[in-house]
């Protein structure tokens, strides 16, 4: 009996540390934080001035977080044709033959690839290819990264979809096909319609992940820390400026960047939410 | 055969050596031939796994749908040859109606009834759409019920309501005929009875070829009745005769309850 | 109602035209997607096999100047990577001891009290924690070792980062896994009387150690190749270092250093490709295991 309670008192206690680690991440990040807030304020966030020298020292966030974004949102753009076709492959079209397992396999070993390595390819195969597509900038810039990181994306949005499309009751599709629709036709006005919160919830999974992404970032859009004001415009996000001018950082500045972990945590953290909360509703 | 069954006159569809396998050689539906009469209710009796399901199916060519299975034979529906003529173009003149009420989830009741129309592309005036979905709601006696709720998700209806909507998005095509595969075997009896009776009120209008695991529904309702067994059909005739006095010995022990 | 039946054939060619088209562009789109894959172990292949040998496994990287004398002289750079091995090996290994136990037992605690609102909360937290940004990691291992504990640049620091990234994916390995366990075998194992803690050591977790195991082993491949917050707090090391308490290298790491250093760019293929066939092998042998088990 009693060694009972040890047990159930040792079970609790490992779930109660995986809450004090995140409420601990909480905390650090925001007393982290708390020295660029003051100094700065809501301009902290406002502010497109990012200005390390000393005596003139300005931190305002905007351009990276403006960097994030825009390159995340290209990034689904991107990968939505892709990852969509690719969970009809796997999920209707070839649904449990080989050849699904094969694509379905390939995709997930997408995700297995290291970001460096994506970094690599993108800087050594896709960046020339894209000069000699007359891309400006040598072609670094939010394109470039937002290629990268839509590839790899993929497998996030991929996996959750065409699990759920693959779910869509046979009978309903058998209704559909009754009435004499083609397969395509099916898909559009049946399949989808039903597995619609799931891929959805599979796109802002695989969007708050290309919100995170740092090395592959970091190596193609050319870390200028400015707003980018085109599409093929160099750029920074908040996870590649924080890779960059961790190394030299101290006192103001690396509160600065502390301040910018804070705000990809917690936007992180709500996308995520929104996505699990969307996947929980659907089971 | 025999001199009172199965001489049907300007049959709505006849069945000519239908062969199903799923298992090359091995047949689920083995050669069979049969008329189906025209404005009038025919079920397909006989034991779970005796074929009757995928001789219905393959009608309306749902097999399809899945590879490895192998459908051989010929439909002729109101005259012409439909073998080879293209799924999505016979599956509108053959309504079907499955065993689970399955309404599209994402779709309203009135985008349920005119499903068909919306899936094969079909652009219709919103009178008509009004009228084909007033029509058939009301030949499954449902539109009372539903009238006022229209726009709402077929999902909360009963399962009686539902596979009367299901009913309804068949009969929305205006089909040459219709296919229902134990279309009663998920609800309770009143729904039922409720669909029984719009059957037997259907057939008016419409020819109706049935699969019931359910003898006693098959007496109720059917004017002519199948008893299938083991892929093979074993009798085909009059309802009446085939209850009151079965030819074949497999008939009589299956009516008589010695197996199914 | 003719009217209709005319329409229909009429949309007929346009319809199935168009069924094969989408059927075309799912099936081109979907090679896209996976053309990235092939095209990068592609060029992982090509750029990097002639460098690899047993030097480059056993040997640490050579200095700049020899990597440019070598360069100059047309010869292949001598030296390996065996910093950057030991040093992913020994954080990978630390992080696991690490994050293994808290992750397993905490997957059973939400196992035996679904429902509950700790057990709830607790999930969510995982999932939400999952999500995190790995550089995020970084810059709180940075904050939690490296500046209080160890005081400088170490690999328990990079440990600690990459075991809070493996936590939520052992967490939720864990409670798919003992989900699937039927609840017959457990409660024949309590009605004999037998001690709940032997039951979790002696019933749940061998039966669902294939499970389990899946679960760590994918865990393990996804932080095999992070980079970002190991440049936080491991910050690398021209040596082998076995001590937690100093700055050590890793491969990822490695790969960066040789990135930015043009005598030694050519080193970051070879190094690329072992990186990824330790992630591609850890994939499939997972995959091989849960395929086993089901």
């Known amino acids: 009996m009693n060694s009972d309670k040890i047990t159930k008192g040792v079970l609790l206690l490992s779930s109660l540390l995986i809450l004090f680690v995140a409420g601990g991440m909480m905390y650090s990040l925001v007393e982290g934080a708390i020295p660029a807030f003051k100094s700065f304020g809501l301009k902290f966030v406002f502010s497109n001035n990012w200005n390390p020298t000393e005596g003139k020292e300005n931190y305002g966030a905007l351009p990276f977080i403006s960097g994030t974004i825009i390159t995340a949102v290209a990034a689904l753009l991107i990968s939505l044709p892709l990852s969509f076709s690719a969970s009809l492959f796997i999920g209707e079209y070839y649904r449990g033959t080989k050849l699904a397992k094969v694509l379905g396999t390939m995709v997930d070993l997408l995700a297995g690839i290291p970001s460096i390595v994506y970094g690599l390819w993108g800087f050594y195969v896709l960046r020339p290819l894209l000069i000699d597509l007359g891309l400006p900038n040598q072609g670094f810039g939010v394109f470039t990264a937002s290629v990268i990181l839509a590839i790899m994306i993929i497998p996030y949005a991929t996996s959750l979809s065409n699990e759920i499309i693959a779910m869509v009751p046979n009978e309903l599709k058998e209704a559909a096909y009754s009435l004499g629709a083609t397969k395509s036709e099916v898909i559009f006005n049946v399949v989808v319609p039903s597995a619609r919160s799931g891929i959805v919830a599979g796109y802002i999974l695989s969007f708050g992940r290309a919100l995170g992404e740092t090395m592959a970032v970091t190596m193609l859009i050319g870390n200028s820390n400015v707003i980018p004001d085109s599409f093929f415009s160099t750029g920074n996000t908040m996870a590649s400026v924080i890779a960059n001018q961790f190394g030299e950082a101290e006192g103001l500045k690396l509160s600065a960047l502390i301040a910018i972990g804070l705000l990809l945590f917690l936007i992180t953290g709500i996308i995520n939410a929104i996505g699990k909360f969307i996947i929980k509703k659907m089971a | 055969m025999n001199d009172n069954s199965v001489t049907i006159k300007d049959p709505v569809l006849s069945i000519r050596n239908l062969c199903v396998s799923y298992d090359k050689g091995k047949y689920a539906v083995d050669n069979v031939s049969a008329d189906i009469k025209r404005n009038a209710v025919t079920a397909i009796m006989g034991p779970s796994g005796c074929g009757k399901s995928t001789m219905l199916r393959a009608i309306n060519r749902m097999h399809e749908l899945y590879e490895n299975i192998e459908t051989k034979g010929n439909l002729i529906l109101n005259g012409k040859d439909i073998t080879d003529m293209p799924t999505i173009q016979l599956r509108r003149k053959v309504g079907m109606v499955f065993q689970r009420p399955n309404p599209f989830p994402t779709m309203s009741i009135y985008d349920n009834v005119i499903a068909g129309y919306k899936l094969n592309g079909i652009r219709l005036k919103k009178s008509e759409r009004d009228d084909i979905v007033e029509r058939s709601l009301s030949d499954v006696t449902l539109w009372e019920e539903v009238k006022d709720t229209l726009h709402k998700k077929g999902s909360f209806l009963s399962g009686g309501q539902q596979q009367r909507l299901c009913i309804a998005r068949a009969l929305a095509f205006d089909p040459e005929v219709i296919l229902l595969d134990e279309p009663t075997s998920a609800l309770d009896p009143v729904a039922t009875s409720k669909i029984e009776d719009l059957l037997v009120k259907l057939k008016e209008n419409y020819s109706i070829l049935m699969v019931t695991h359910n003898m006693s529904q098959a007496a109720r309702i059917s004017d002519y009745s199948m008893f299938m067994y083991l892929g093979e059909l074993v009798e085909y005739g009059k309802t009446k005769d085939m209850f009151t006095r079965p030819k074949d010995r497999r008939t009589e022990e299956y009516l008589t309850g010695k197996f199914g | ?294």
């Open chain 3, 1 to 294: 109602m003719s009217s209709s039946a005319n329409l229909m054939v009429d949309n007929l060619g346009r319809r199935t035209l168009k069924d094969k088209f989408y059927k075309v562009l799912v099936v081109v789109l979907s090679i896209v997607t996976i053309s990235p894959i092939v095209l990068i172990i592609y060029e992982l292949i090509v750029k990097g096999y002639r460098q690899i040998s047993f030097d480059f496994i056993l040997k640490t990287p050579p200095d700049t100047f020899e990597a440019m004398t070598a360069l100059s002289s047309g010869e292949l750079i001598p030296g390996g990577i065996a910093n950057g091995l030991t040093g992913t090996l020994l954080m990978v290994v630390l992080a696991s001891v690490i994050a293994i136990p808290v992750g397993v037992i905490t997957g059973i605690y939400l196992y035996e009290n679904p429902g509950k609102f700790l057990a709830n909360l607790t999930r969510n937290v995982s999932d939400v924690l999952q999500g995190v940004p790995s550089i995020v990691l970084g810059l709180i291992a940075y904050m939690w070792i490296v500046k209080p504990i160890t005081n400088g640049f170490s690999a328990l620091a990079g440990s600690v980062s990459l075991s809070i990234m493996m936590l939520p994916m052992i967490v939720r390995s864990t409670e798919e896994t003992l989900k699937m366990i039927p609840q017959t075998i457990k409660e024949a194992a309590l009605a004999l009387g037998v001690p709940y803690y032997k039951v979790i050591l002696r019933v749940l977790i061998p039966t669902s150690f294939s499970g389990l195991l899946t679960g760590i082993l994918l865990g393990i491949s996804r932080v095999l190749g992070e980079t970002a917050p190991l440049m936080l707090t491991a910050l690398g090391s021209t040596m082998i270092n076995l001590d937690i308490t100093k700055p050590t290298s890793a491969v990822p790491l490695l790969i960066w250093e040789f990135y930015n250093d043009p005598n030694m760019v050519d080193l970051i293929w070879s190094s690329s490709l072992l990186l990824m066939a330790m992630v591609l092998a850890l994939n499939l042998i997972s995959k091989r295991i849960a395929a086993r088990t089901k």
